[in-house]
């Protein structure tokens, strides 16, 4: 009799225990942000992830109304953005904006990082994505991604394409392009987008690839002639532009910007601000600024956005090995 009433008496403590957790973590999450937040990213001032990073932070600023604040940590290809977030407090206050590059290229050129970014990073959500678009000196003789693959298999010598940032979600485009096609087109290396549409532009170089972002203005001007975008699907606010999976199925390309927080941040805190990201990238305004830097918002959970990360890396680890050289 005894033994069942402290088994009784038992069961209470555990349940209450229980209850009291569950409290203390809803407790929590409910109470954050108590102070400003910050949030490291590699991206320069100025550049488009980081103008896409001060959009999200504005909005969260007004929702939790606490100030967020963008810490840039450019430098390394993104490695001293990464190892600065994981030496934060593991409490919220300092997340991390992963942008692409950092996932899919850095872990094959750096043989030996300071970090695991599978161990050292908790996904919050994907924030979204800058797709890749193709585009052509305008006097050249095609109007589409199919005759652009025949006009290069016509060329006995193939022909260049231009990109900025060796190595970067550009130049890997192509890489990509060249592959899945099975055409010889060699990589030329521009400073930048402006250095690639003048190439282009002037016909030196015949194709590039390109954020949408960077090179809107050249194709609306008619310095440029745009052929496909590597996205899903056609874009809402470009329904013109052809998406290049019409004519090579499955291609698709884009930088990417995704919330992390360090490993061992409170789950509560996790899914708070996994909730409140999918609020501010629903906003009319949010989509409207974004579209204006050639971004486009997409929510997912933390296990989506893990998922995610992983098949990029399985395809863009090989590209990224091939045009890597060897030490």
């Not at 102070?35 to 007004?62: E, F, Y």
Request: charged share 15%; proline share 7%.
């Amino acid at each position: 009799m005894a033994k069942g009433r402290w088994a009784g008496l038992r069961s209470v403590i555990l349940g209450l225990a229980m209850a009291a957790g569950c409290c203390a973590a809803h407790a929590q999450q409910a109470a954050y942000p108590a102070k400003p937040v910050s949030i490291i990213i590699a991206a320069a001032a100025g550049n488009s992830p980081d103008v896409a990073a001060r959009i999200v932070a504005d909005a969260l600023t007004q929702l939790w109304k606490q100030q967020v604040l963008i810490v840039n940590r450019p430098g390394a290809g993104g490695l001293i953005a990464a190892q600065a977030a994981t030496q934060v407090d593991r409490d919220g206050y300092t997340l991390y904006m992963a942008q692409a590059s950092t996932y899919t290229v850095l872990p094959i050129t750096q043989e030996k990082l300071p970090f695991d970014l599978d161990r050292d990073f908790q996904p919050i959500s994907l924030v979204g994505e800058q797709p890749i678009a193709l585009a052509v000196t305008p006097s050249l003789p095609v109007n589409s991604v199919a005759e652009l693959i025949e006009l290069i298999r016509k060329t006995p010598d193939g022909m260049l394409f231009a990109a900025s940032n060796r190595g970067g979600q550009s130049h890997l485009t192509g890489e990509l392009f060249r592959e899945r096609t099975g055409l010889k087109m060699t990589f030329v290396h521009a400073a930048g987008a402006a250095s690639s549409i003048n190439d282009v532009s002037t016909g030196r170089i015949p194709i590039m690839f390109e954020g949408i972002a960077g090179i809107g203005g050249a194709i609306q001007g008619g310095s440029l002639k745009a052929l496909g975008i590597a996205a899903p699907k056609r874009l809402v606010d470009r329904p013109d532009l052809p998406a290049i999976n019409e004519t090579i199925p499955g291609f698709e390309s884009k930088g990417w910007l995704a919330l992390m927080a360090p490993t061992g941040t409170p789950d509560a805190i996790v899914q708070k601000v996994n909730a409140d990201l999918r609020v501010v990238l629903a906003q009319p305004e949010v989509i409207r600024k974004f579209q204006g830097i050639g971004t486009y918002p997409h929510a997912m959970s933390p296990d989506e956005t893990r998922a995610f990360m992983k098949a990029e890396q399985a395809l863009w680890w090989p590209i990224v090995r091939k045009i890597t050289p060897q030490k």
